[in-house]
């Protein structure tokens, strides 16, 4: 059964750093991508970073480039989001997520997500 824990979140003041960590288990050999994805009060889950496992070729949604950094370590299965410059506009729930693809198929799984919060 695949499981995606989040740590690291919690209350930080605008202009610091926060760093959110999640740790896979469970079919961890089929994992394709690593990412985390953010959701404010009223708003839509968004896109905020992805690493792809094997090659670890990042990609992240424009307002958090130059920002936040994802790293992997594939011997630990984890991901890690390093978040520097915060603003209020990062206030979110961040959502780990994992993408695996077996025979063509991908299937996506969520973690339970943090809390942060950035102070103006």
């Known amino acids: 059964q695949v499981q995606l824990v989040e740590s690291g979140g919690g209350l930080v003041q605008s202009g610091g750093s926060l760093r959110l960590s999640c740790v896979a288990s469970g079919h961890t050999e089929r994992t394709f991508s690593m990412g985390w994805f953010r959701q404010a009060p009223g708003k839509e889950r968004e896109f905020v970073a992805r690493i792809i496992w094997s090659g670890a070729n990042t990609f992240y949604e424009d307002s958090v480039k130059g920002r936040f950094t994802i790293s992997r370590d594939t011997a630990k299965n984890t991901v890690d989001l390093q978040m520097n410059s915060v603003i209020p506009e990062d206030t979110a729930v961040y959502y780990c997520?994992?993408?695996?693809?077996?025979?063509?198929?991908?299937?996506?799984?969520w973690g339970q997500g943090t809390q942060v919060t950035v102070s103006s």
């Open positions: 997520n994992r993408q695996e693809i077996v025979a063509g198929t991908i299937s996506t799984y």
